[in-house]
């Protein structure tokens, strides 16, 4: 008599279900880098709550939303720099110049 059984067939446990705002992150944070973090932190939370895949999905929303933001502001930055740079020149050249409409080297500045 055979005494050893058969082992049991594996049981397949179901697949770990993909939080879908960890997958919103990422997809929003090369656009608008300020919800990409918003939702990837929220997302981080509801993982670690409801057991969920996508904690790398989250995690790469947030810095690449990070990464946006921060080149968004710097771009922001650069553009107020260089519009203040050109009206700063175009005050002192008035400044200089007194009232009224003056042509400088085939520049026309209307001053105030």
């Known amino acids: 008599m055979n005494t050893s059984a058969a082992?049991?067939?594996p049981v397949s446990s179901p697949a770990q279900k993909t939080n879908v705002l960890a997958i919103v992150a990422l997809a929003t944070s090369f656009v608008v880098g300020l919800a990409g973090i918003v939702c990837g932190a929220i997302a981080l939370g509801q993982i670690k709550r409801r057991g969920e895949g996508g904690r790398g999905l989250a995690i790469a929303g947030i810095v690449v939303g990070s990464v946006t933001t921060f080149l968004s502001v710097l771009g922001v930055v650069a553009i107020i720099l260089a519009f203040a740079g050109l009206f700063g020149g175009i005050a002192a050249t008035?400044?200089?110049?007194?009232?009224?409409?003056?042509?400088?080297?085939?520049?026309?500045?209307t001053c105030g």
């Open 7 to 9: 082992p049991p067939a």
């Open 94 to 109: 008035c400044a200089e110049l007194g009232p009224g409409v003056h042509e400088v080297g085939g520049v026309t500045y």
